[in-house]
């Protein structure tokens, strides 16, 4: 078992920044790829990126593409999410994942472990 808890979380205004993060305990965590994904009210949970094992590979949707950036120190068990540049649209709570997929997973469907979820509110 690998348990995920989300820190970071809060309200921002448009244009600002919050960094989120997701630390691991359990299992050894360099053996996961991770994920973060969101859910915004009433729309389907959706991946914004992904990362390696190793840190090597990372991935982006194309609406965070330029603002977030994804990292992770195995010596930490930590994964990070970097978001800048924030707009409304990217109120959702958002969830860190890991995966035995390799390089990463790009669905839910991949991923066998999920944090609680942490929420993000960007006001206009």
């Known amino acids: 078992q690998v348990q995920l808890v989300e820190s970071g979380g809060g309200l921002v205004q448009a244009g600002g920044s919050l960094s989120l993060s997701c630390t691991a305990s359990g299992r050894t965590f360099s053996n996961y790829a991770m994920g973060w994904f969101r859910q915004a009210p009433g729309e389907e949970r959706e991946i914004v990126a992904a990362i390696s094992r190793s840190d090597i590979i990372t991935y982006y949707a194309d609406s965070v593409k330029g603002r977030f950036t994804i990292s992770r120190v195995n010596a930490k068990n930590t994964v990070y999410l970097q978001m800048n540049t924030l707009k409304p649209e990217d109120t959702a709570v958002y969830y860190c994942?890991?995966?035995?997929?390799?390089?990463?997973?790009?669905?839910?469907?991949?991923?066998?472990?999920w944090g609680q979820g942490t929420q993000v509110t960007v006001s206009s």
């Open positions: 994942a890991a995966t035995s997929s390799l390089p990463y997973g790009l669905a839910e469907r991949q991923y066998q472990y």
